[in-house]
């Protein structure tokens, strides 16, 4: 019984081993742990045994079939694991072949940058506001401190509707919807479209976009709009940027400045994005005047503020280097497609 | 407005520094220096030399060979020249071998000049070169003396006659020298004049402000036995000054004030001309001169303009007048157009023999507006505008006169007349260092703060802490202007940089501007780009979008001003702009082309406005290329579910004139439309010359923010299977999925989960007229394992409802 067991094993493993496809094991497992198979027929036969060798020899055969089971199953994997290795090395492509073209969308220039400042301002606790593009006279001239038949209104190009409604000139006009809410204090930003009446060229649009900043409150200093618009041009155009404040003159802030940053094409060494001065203006800014916030009904001797504007295509132009601001509303999609 | 920097020095003595010196200190003081131009930036080498002898070139006739002298010993080089002015013995401008000149002869002025070398013209030799003025960066308007053709001949000029051979020449015509070009801001008037940047250079340069010092002139005579006036305006002609001078002898200006004019680009004309432009350049106050003898009655009336009146100005146009027009007039008949500019009637002429000098102040927005309705707009009418002001204005009259006497270009008469109603007085602010420091955010002592506005002329008084301002600084008017005085000479760049250390605040975006978000970014998954339009259009859109007469889009809201018919209306609809953009792409042969536009509409309450418009937020899509119809329905279905309408939206057949008319949707959701779709009319297509089929969309963004189910909230994850049902049904070709679907949606119940279109089929299978829908049916209960007889009740109910419509399932 025993030798007879050994010489089935034996043979087993052998024509395992000599196996040359997946399913010749299935056949050798059939022959051999099948219900017909010579092991089951071994077990079978040992029915002729004394009943007290039975265990013995039921122990062996089953230990046997175990073996042979384990064989098959080892030489299975090996079988599974060279079709999977030559499947994949059949399945070998060219990786540098083009990928496939998604329909793919771009935002706008003028709106990447727009998010970009929005999402500045909104870590600084700025709430983002809008106004109306169709504004009344008071809101964009009067009540900034720029009074009928000031020359500074002349000087903003306004493309008037009626006497008293106009295309807003200035953002400026949101400060004073906001200020007029009366909830103090004020931080916001009023994006926006803004209107002048300029012929179209590389450099002129008679519609673009400003970026308005207020901020109102008890104790506000020059100094906080100062520290204001550095975190902004830090945070904006690089950690290296050092902005530069100049004396100018707004009607609805005093004092009033304009605020250059260090070119961050050239790091204000002078290239010919900064035409050689190693800055870039890019905002005007001030204390709200008095007059405004009284206009407004807040009282200058509690409250102080300050208050800027931003071109967002001016910053949009020299960050992406666009040479011709016409590019913005000609809507190609060669040019939308870059951003 | 310009100075140069000898100019700037006249008055500022100990000013030393240099052009970029300058514009750095000035421009952080307030004063913004826009640029310069060094006169002699190109100039090198260049000396005063004299021609000896000259001699016919052997080889060429247009040419002569000159021996010139180049220094006092005698030393003499050979130079070529085609100049056709030259004579021996004359004095010229004379760049040495090595030497720059700005422009040449034969390729005009250039960034970095020209190099002179030793060469050979026509084999004889040539070491260096005579100048014309334009080789050395001018022009002949500029130096009237100069020869416009040829050499400038320095000897010529009585006041360069003795001019020391060998010296340099540059100096000696005024080229070392720089020209500032500043930005003026509207409120500083006084530095629209020479004086008020030389006070603001000493200020901030932190040396002595010499002014001129005016002399008393004129003779014994007096000027009210020459001429009487009357101001019948004063509210517009604050003050009238007048005076006259006999006896004039017009020549030319000496050098020192020929060059002052021409650094600044004003063209030395004569004595009398050039003193009443140096006088508006010194004092920013324009001056004018009429001659005494053409003025009738010897009167002069400052009256209003009569509507209709004809008055021919000194440039020969004859302009039509009216009645809100200041003009100066004599005993019968205009002579000038207040501020703005003289009559061609009373002008100066070569014959003049005694004139009338006027310097006066006028109502800046009078002026303004003249000048704005006859199209005008002058240098004097530029500073008048600003509101000048009136204590300037006999100081510059005494000072013209002063120079007359001067320049002995003719006999001053003693007096003056001067109509000065109402006197402006000087303004007193009180200041306060603490409050000024609390606004700024510094730290500046009281002394330091005082030490400024003294260095301004502001007259300070330290018990009653105020100042007094002089009328020329009309712009201080509180405390926060002066605050402004100390940040710029204290420094804008030495004030702290802190954060508001004030209430906190959360900052975030409105609503609104988070679903316009949230449209863009799905717009662009869809492949769409963004653009931006203007936000106004030519009226003509109108026709090119085929609308009816009466179509209310027709009415909007027109721009009184525009820039031209194709900019004059505000839109009332997105579709223009983006059908223009696609257009533009288009002719540039781009090739599926998908856009979308975030763009305002203005609609109009009433016509003529009387109150704001309807401002609403538009997202429209357009696209041509690939994709049809249900293309650009799925992106609508998209961003409406991004946009959190979750609930029924139906689509119903439009009726809209630029759409093709079976090919487009009224999107309709909780009863009111939202959006409208569809494919542009092959007509308007052809308009907007887009030659292929065009599809929109526009979606009304202020109505879906309406709408209650802006919220997206979670439903939870399905815990019991699903039955899923398909039908094939078959119907007349006009029935609608849309009728189809709003059956199942009617009886589908509770138990309705959804529903999908899987299969349109119409063909040989089927019927002629007829087609056949396919839908998978999809029940599901939420707290239960839903039955077959449940499913099968409720797709009994479907059958039967789909059958009144003669929907049949097909077998």
Redesign the interface.
């Known amino acids: 019984m025993k030798d007879k067991l050994k010489k089935i094993m034996d043979n087993a493993i052998e024509q395992i081993d000599m196996a040359e496809q997946l399913d010749k094991l299935n056949d050798i497992k059939v022959a051999f742990l099948g219900k017909k198979g010579e092991l089951t027929s071994l077990l079978k036969s040992m029915k002729d045994l004394a009943p007290e060798e039975r265990p013995k020899a039921g122990q062996m055969v089953n230990e046997a079939r175990a073996r042979i089971d384990e064989k098959l199953e080892t030489k299975k994997r090996e079988f599974e694991k060279a079709l999977l290795e030559e499947k994949l090395a059949s399945e070998k492509i060219d990786i540098t072949l083009p990928g496939t073209k998604l329909a793919e969308g771009h935002r706008h220039p003028n709106n990447i940058t727009l998010e970009e400042v929005e999402d500045i301002f909104i870590g600084m606790g700025y709430q983002v506001v809008e106004g109306p593009e169709i504004e009344k006279d008071y809101y964009n001239f009067e009540a900034l401190n720029i009074p009928a038949n000031h020359p500074a209104k002349d000087e903003q190009d306004t493309f008037y509707i009626t006497q008293d409604i106009l295309l807003r000139t200035q953002t400026s006009s949101v400060q004073v919807h906001e200020m007029e809410k009366g909830k103090l204090p004020i931080r916001m930003i009023a994006p926006g479209r803004v209107f002048r009446s300029d012929e179209m060229d590389a450099t002129h649009s008679p519609t673009f976009h400003q970026i308005e900043g207020l901020v109102v409150d008890k104790g506000i200093t020059f100094a906080d709009l100062k520290g204001t618009l550095q975190e902004f041009a830090k945070r904006l155009f690089g950690e290296d940027t050092r902005i530069k404040f100049r004396p100018h003159h707004f009607q609805f802030t005093e004092p009033s400045a304009e605020v250059d940053v260090s070119c961050f094409k050239c790091g204000g060494k002078g290239c010919r994005f900064c035409k050689g001065s190693g800055w870039v203006e890019i905002l005007g800014c001030g204390m709200v005047h008095p007059h405004v916030l009284e206009m407004s009904g807040i009282d200058p001797e509690e409250y102080s503020g300050f208050a800027f504007g931003v071109g967002l295509e001016r910053i949009a132009l020299f960050k992406y280097e666009i040479d011709d601001m016409r590019l913005l509303y000609e809507n190609d999609t060669r040019f939308l497609k870059q951003f | 407005m310009d100075t140069s920097l000898s100019w700037i020095k006249a008055y500022v003595p100990d000013l030393g520094c240099s052009a970029q010196e300058y514009t750095d200190a000035m421009?952080?003081?307030?004063t913004?220096v826009e640029g310069y131009k060094e006169f002699d930036k190109n100039l090198d080498k260049i000396i005063v030399g004299r021609i000896n002898k000259i001699e016919k070139h052997p080889d060429a006739d247009k040419l002569v060979v000159c021996q010139v002298q180049i220094d006092e010993e005698g030393t003499e080089v050979q130079i070529v020249t085609g100049a056709p002015n030259v004579k021996e013995g004359q004095k010229v401008p004379v760049v040495l071998e090595g030497g720059h000149v700005a422009s040449s002869h034969k390729d005009g002025e250039s960034e970095d000049g020209f190099k002179i070398k030793k060469g050979k013209l026509r084999g004889v030799e040539s070491y260096g070169m005579m100048c014309s003025i334009e080789e050395l960066g001018s022009n002949s308007n500029m130096y009237p003396d100069a020869d416009p053709d040829g050499i400038y001949i320095l000897s010529d000029n009585p006041a360069y006659a003795g001019a020391e051979i060998g010296s340099d020449a540059i100096g000696l015509l005024g080229l070392h020298d720089v020209v500032f070009e500043y930005e003026i801001?509207?409120?500083?008037v006084d530095c629209f004049g020479v004086l008020g940047i030389a006070r603001e250079a000493a200020a901030t340069f932190g040396k002595k402000f010499v002014p001129p010092v005016v002399a008393k002139t004129g003779n014994n005579e007096d000027v009210n036995n020459y001429i009487k006036v009357e101001v019948e305006n004063p509210e517009l002609c604050p003050r009238y000054t007048a005076r006259v001078v006999k006896n004039i002898k017009l020549a030319p200006s000496p050098e020192w004030m020929q060059r002052r004019l021409a650094s600044v680009g004003i063209r030395p004309i004569n004595n009398i001309v050039d003193i009443t432009n140096y006088v508006m350049e010194e004092y920013a106050q324009p001056m004018h001169a009429y001659d005494l003898d053409t003025i009738e009655d010897r009167k002069i009336v400052v009256r209003k303009a009569n509507a209709g009146e004809k008055f021919t100005t000194l440039d020969g146009q004859e302009r039509e007048l009216d009645d809100t027009m200041l003009m100066i007039c004599d005993g019968k008949k205009p002579i000038g157009l207040a501020g703005i500019m003289g009559g061609e009637n009373s002008m100066i002429t070569d014959n003049v023999t005694t004139m009338l000098f006027e310097a006066a102040t006028f109502d800046?927005?009078n002026i303004?507006?003249s000048g704005k309705k006859l199209g005008m707009r002058t240098d004097a009418q530029a500073k008048f505008?600003?509101?000048l002001d009136p204590n300037n204005a006999m100081e510059a009259m005494d000072r013209a006169c002063q120079l007359v006497e001067e320049l002995g270009a003719g006999e001053v008469v003693g007096g003056a007349v001067d109509i000065y109603p109402v006197k402006k007085e000087p303004v007193v602010i009180p200041y306060d260092a603490d409050k000024i420091n609390?606004?700024?955010?510094?730290d500046i002592p009281e002394e330091e703060m005082t030490g400024y506005f003294e260095k301004i002329d502001l007259i300070v008084d330290k018990e009653g802490k105020t100042v007094t301002v002089p009328t020329w600084r009309q712009?201080l008017e509180?405390?926060?202007?002066l605050?402004?005085e100390v940040?710029?000479f204290y420094g804008?760049?030495k004030?702290?940089?802190?954060?508001?250390?004030?209430?906190?605040?959360?900052?975030?975006?409105?609503g609104?501007?988070k679903m316009e978000?949230i449209a863009?970014t799905t717009?662009?998954?869809?492949?769409?780009?963004?653009?931006?339009?203007?936000?106004?259009e030519s009226p003509k859109v109108y026709d090119k979008l085929c609308l009816d007469e009466d179509d209310i889009l027709r009415k909007s809201?027109?721009?009184?001003?525009?820039?031209g018919e194709d900019?004059s209306v505000?839109r009332t609809s997105a579709l223009g702009g983006m059908l223009s953009?696609l257009a533009?792409?288009y002719n540039?042969r781009?090739k599926n082309?998908?856009?979308?536009?975030i763009a305002?509409i203005?609609i109009p309450k009433e016509l003529?406005?009387?109150e704001?418009?309807d401002?609403r937020t538009m997202l429209a899509f357009g696209m041509y290329g690939a994709g049809d119809f249900f293309t650009m329905k799925g992106v609508v279905e998209a961003v409406l579910k991004k946009l959190g309408l979750d609930g029924i939206t139906e689509y119903k057949p439009g009726s809209r004139k630029y759409l093709h008319p079976g090919r487009q949707a009224d999107v309709i959701y909780n009863g009111k439309e939202i959006a409208y779709l569809g494919e542009v009319h092959p007509v308007v297509q052809k308009n907007f010359e887009i030659g292929e089929r065009t599809y929109i969309a526009v979606i009304d963004l202020k109505t879906v923010m309406e709408m209650p189910s802006y919220t997206v909230k979670y439903k939870g994850v399905p815990k019991f299977p699903a039955i899923t049902r398909d039908i094939s049904l078959s119907m007349r070709k006009d029935v609608t999925a849309g009728e189809i679907e709003e059956i199942i949606r009617k009886r589908g119940g509770k138990i309705l989960e959804s529903y999908e279109l899987f299969d349109i089929y119409e063909g040989s299978q089927i019927l002629k007229g007829y087609k056949s829908l396919a839908y998978k049916i999809v029940f599901r209960a939420s707290d239960r394992t839903l039955t077959d007889e449940e499913a099968g009740k409720v797709m009994d109910k479907i059958i039967s409802s789909l059958a009144a419509k003669e929907v049949t399932l097909r077998q």
């Open positions: 421009t952080l003081s307030g913004k801001t509207s409120n500083r800046g927005t303004r507006l505008e600003k509101g609390a606004l700024l955010g510094t712009d509180r405390l926060a202007d605050a402004e940040a710029r804008y760049d004030i702290p940089v802190t954060l508001p250390k004030s209430t906190a605040t959360t900052g975030g975006l409105t609104k501007l978000k863009r717009a662009e998954a869809y492949g769409f780009c963004e653009g931006m339009t203007y936000s106004f809201i027109r721009i009184s001003n525009p820039l900019y505000m953009s533009n792409n540039r781009n082309v998908r856009l979308y536009e305002n203005y003529p406005l009387t704001l418009p401002e």
